[in-house]
């Protein structure tokens, strides 16, 4: 039986499933050589000559506007062959407005929930900035340079409006704000850094119509560019240490580059070079173009398991938004540390994937996946690592928030 799914944990949207007719639900194989993280739909296959069809809106499709916009029909040839059962499994929805900061103290815990939860942390950009009218992927420009810039040409925006009302409280209520939250969130991190945490901010760039998407897309490579070299010489370079991964107390900051934003504006937004009015200075066509932070990781301390037990905190998690968590492991003990597998009491979280054998003062990763499929409240869960030349497995408990 072949058939597409978004309900089993997969890459991405809909995934391509087989289960052989044996009445067995163990069986069922997710065919990730087919799969991509877009839509993958409507397989058919025939044994007896190893061809099949299936559709897809996967890069690379023909596409009209946009790269996922259309599907495509794509050719099977040759069945794959099955992966093995710990092959791991990507979840590809970040989930906005969650945070996870298992190893931050109290205080640094709360400092950045308090700036999570405001999140997405949208930041504003003059038409076509920076670095105008070129092709590069990265800038020298700092947000802060570039936001000040912007600023100063807030009186030619309200010339360019009939009505300023509307581009006086976007200044106001949009912009301004998101250039004082950059300011709290440079804040938070420069306590949690301080206190070697590593942390990973997840980075969308948006843009508006002008231009078309592969343009586009590089013009928004320097917005982040230019939201990096802020966090880098920021409080006179505080952070710097952080980024370049010099720090003496270990604390790391890293900025994660999401895919580009929706090729599709809002709707009333003018894509007309010779209307400018209306298509860079209203205020419609100034919200688009934008960068946002959408999500602050806090990376997990290293469990040791020549501890008696141990547990890894998922933070808070959202009902039905799968996700990844990788849980660090340090073999502080005189032997190779070679962990087999990961059985876990319940299939909302599970082990994907085992690191190599670590050597002793090595360090390793486990990786989790949340499929989401659990009810809101208080999580606990119990996973049990088998460990090599150990006749009993390693206790490893896993707990959290749900919320819808």
Not at 19 to 37: F, I, Q, R, Y
Not at 293 to 310: F, G, K, N, T, Y
Request: glycine content about 8%; overall charge negative; proline content about 7%.
């Amino acid at each position: 039986l072949w058939f597409s799914s978004d309900f089993h944990a997969g890459l991405g949207g809909y995934d391509i499933f087989r289960l052989e007719w044996k009445n067995d639900p163990d069986g069922l194989e997710n065919v990730l050589d087919l799969n991509s993280p877009a839509n993958d739909l409507y397989p058919v296959y025939d044994s007896a000559s190893g061809k099949g069809w299936f559709t897809s809106n996967r890069k690379g499709s023909f596409a009209a506007k946009g790269e996922t916009c259309c599907n495509d029909i794509y050719r099977i040839q040759g069945i794959p062959t099955k992966p093995p059962a710990d092959t791991l499994l990507v979840a590809d929805t970040i989930p906005p407005n969650s945070v996870d900061m298992t190893p931050a103290s109290a205080n640094v815990r709360s400092l950045l929930a308090r700036i999570q939860s405001e999140f997405p942390l949208k930041l504003y950009f003059h038409n076509d900035e920076p670095e105008p009218r070129t092709r590069l992927k990265s800038t020298r420009q700092t947000y802060g340079a570039a936001y000040s810039a912007y600023s100063n040409l807030f009186p030619t925006y309200r010339n360019e409006n009939t009505d300023p009302a509307a581009i006086d409280a976007f200044f106001r209520d949009e912009a301004e704000t998101g250039r004082k939250k950059l300011d709290a969130l440079v804040q938070a991190l420069i306590s949690a850094l301080a206190s070697g945490e590593r942390i990973i901010l997840d980075v969308r760039g948006h843009a508006s119509p002008l231009a078309k998407n592969d343009y586009n897309r590089d013009l928004s490579l320097r917005r982040i560019e230019s939201l990096r070299n802020h966090l880098r010489t920021v409080e006179n370079g505080l952070l710097s240490s952080y980024m370049d991964s010099s720090a003496t107390n270990g604390g790391l900051l890293r900025l994660r580059v999401l895919p580009f934003g929706e090729d599709r504006s809002a709707s009333g937004v003018s894509d007309d070079l010779n209307d400018l009015k209306r298509s860079v200075y209203s205020a419609e066509a100034a919200r688009e173009r934008r960068i946002e932070v959408e999500r602050i990781h806090v990376e997990p301390h290293s469990i040791r398991l020549s501890q008696s037990s141990a547990a890894f905190d998922l933070g808070t998690v959202r009902q039905g938004v799968p996700q990844r968590f990788q849980v660090p492991v340090v073999n502080d003990g005189a032997t190779t540390l070679h962990i087999v597998r990961g059985r876990s009491s319940c299939d909302c979280v599970i082990v994907e994937a085992t690191p190599p054998p670590i050597p002793p003062g090595g360090t390793g990763t486990i990786e989790l996946h949340y499929s989401g499929r659990t009810r809101p409240g208080p999580l606990e869960r119990m996973i049990e690592l088998e460990i090599e030349g150990s006749s009993t497995p390693y206790p490893l408990k896993i707990v959290g928030n749900v919320i819808q």
